[in-house]
């Protein structure tokens, strides 16, 4: 069964900086897509970033140039690194794994199924 667990959220004010962490367990999927999600309340979910085996990345529109994403399998762990945080970024985070046989959201290509609890992350200006 596959797990995914977030670490690093937080509060900080327009302009600064963290750094997200995803724990993925019981996942062989070192040759298929991570990514990263969020969703402010009110509002779907929205895709932020994907990083694919070959450590190829995209990003969404609004995060592209100030957030990094970054995966290292052999601590089966994903990274965001996001800078100049904006009080827009206000959002749950989720992290994801691709499920290719079962998974319901796209993004860039890939196909997400499994899923984090979430970490906060609010940004004030």
């Known amino acids: 069964q596959v797990q995914l667990v977030e670490s690093g959220g937080g509060s900080v004010q327009a302009g600064g900086s963290l750094r997200l962490s995803c724990v993925v367990s019981?996942?062989?999927?070192?040759?298929?897509?991570l990514g990263w999600f969020r969703q402010s309340p009110g509002k779907e979910r929205e895709g932020v970033a994907v990083?694919?085996?070959?450590?190829?990345?995209l990003y969404a529109d609004s995060v592209r140039g100030r957030f990094t994403i970054s995966r290292d399998n052999a601590k089966n762990t994903q990274y965001l690194q996001m800078n100049s945080l904006k009080p827009e970024d206000t959002a749950m985070y989720y992290c994801?794994?691709?499920?290719?046989?079962?998974?319901?959201?796209?993004?860039?290509?890939?196909?997400?199924?499994?899923w984090g609890q979430g970490t906060q992350v609010t940004v004030s200006s």
């Open positions: 994801a794994a691709e499920e290719p046989q079962h998974g319901v959201t796209w993004l860039f290509g890939c196909r997400f199924g499994d």
């Open positions: 019981g996942y062989s999927g070192g040759d298929s897509c």
């Open positions: 990083i694919y085996s070959d450590r190829s990345t």
